[in-house]
């Protein structure tokens, strides 16, 4: 099926956490086309599972879903939405004799609000207010290397092509394959309800690891609560912005000033802590792989100067060969002196001992 050399390198990235076979196939075949359904695709997965790395997973079987909102659904959604009800509000009112009873309910899961989400996305997008515009949108993982080389390019000011990629840049856009498949990457992703909220998570994300091969899992952990610190900066700068502008409307009532005087200090500290949180991050992650590569260029720097010091020996050996075959021929010119007839000697003048 495969050559000792393919074999060799879907071993390597294996090695390296990437488990995902359809971003295998697309690197080992250098394509960006492939999905789970092509061929090259399914022959990388049933290696996968013959040498134990992936597990067969069981099909899944499903049943046709029943049509969850009635035409009167719809029509109080029609009535209602120009109103600046959310599609979560509505869902409430809706459904509220259902989810009567039950506690800690998580109710962007449940289908009733998918199917109100979906009615009136396609039918008053306009309306689809920013806060509920990205639920339910799943992470697709990146399976190509065009694929982030792309988010690289829109979010990292670069100018990488695919057919002139150095090594190191290859390199680099591998391990953010692996960097944006990471469970707990995409399960924070998937818990943002805001579509903005989506992209600046990944933007801030690939800014930050993109060029950094050499992460831990640890460390790609930590870049990740500083993404969603990102994003709780800018949640806090909304709340004290609304909260500006109801203190700006209200600026004649006194009772209610100082209210909400109180609570923009109270957003301030917020503000602060967070940007303070994301600063000892930062630095705690850079301190760390300083170190780390602090190390590492010693570790090279001792076998450059073995090679050095090898390279020495073997030139001062060439040189001393050299000097050897040189003497080499000066006593095969004195042979030849010393082969000639006594008296043509004497009247040179010279032994053979002069001659060397």
């Not at 996968?48 to 049509?67: A, D, H």
């Not at 995409?186 to 690939?206: G, M, Q």
């Not at 609560?225 to 909304?238: A, P």
Request: proline letters at 3%; one cysteine or more.
């Amino acid at each position: 099926m495969f050559t000792d050399e393919q074999k060799i390198f879907i071993n390597k990235k294996i090695e390296e956490g990437l488990t995902d076979y359809i971003v295998i196939a697309n690197l080992l075949y250098n394509r960006d086309d492939l999905t789970g359904r092509s061929k090259e695709a399914k022959e990388i997965r049933n290696y996968l599972i013959s040498t134990g790395f992936v597990k067969k997973e069981p099909k899944q079987r499903f049943s046709p879903t029943k049509e969850i909102l009635t035409p009167a659904h719809q029509e109080f959604i029609d009535q209602n939405i120009q109103t600046g009800i959310t599609p979560k509000q509505i869902t409430e009112l809706l459904f509220n004799q259902k989810f009567q009873g039950l506690e800690n309910l998580n109710l962007f899961i449940t289908p009733e609000y998918r199917a109100v989400h979906k009615y009136i996305k396609e039918k008053y997008p306009e309306f689809l207010v920013e806060n509920e515009s990205g639920v339910n949108q799943k992470y697709a993982v990146p399976r190509s290397l065009k694929t982030v080389m792309n988010k690289v390019n829109r979010w990292c000011g670069q100018d990488m092509n695919e057919d002139k990629l150095s090594l190191s840049h290859r390199k680099c856009l591998e391990k953010l394959l692996v960097y944006l498949a990471s469970p707990r990457f995409v399960a924070n992703y998937d818990s943002y309800t805001s579509s903005a909220d989506k992209e600046l998570f990944e933007a801030e994300f690939v800014r930050s690891t993109w060029d950094k091969p050499d992460l831990t899992t640890d460390e790609i952990n930590l870049y990740v609560n500083v993404c969603m610190d990102y994003i709780n900066l800018r949640q806090i700068d909304i709340k004290k912005n609304k909260v500006n502008e109801m203190f700006n409307d209200t600026q004649e009532q006194k009772d209610l000033t100082i209210r909400l005087t109180e609570i923009l200090k109270t957003i301030s500290e917020e503000y602060n802590q967070c940007a303070q949180r994301i600063d000892k991050s930062i630095q705690k992650l850079n301190g760390e792989r300083s170190k780390r590569i602090d190390q590492h260029q010693q570790k090279n720097a001792s076998i450059l100067n073995l090679v050095e010091l090898f390279q020495d020996e073997k030139e001062r050996k060439m040189m001393i060969q050299i000097a050897e075959m040189q003497n080499q021929i000066v006593r095969e010119e004195a042979e030849k002196f010393e082969s000639m007839s006594s008296w043509k000697a004497r009247i040179l003048g010279i032994s053979k001992e002069d001659a060397i």
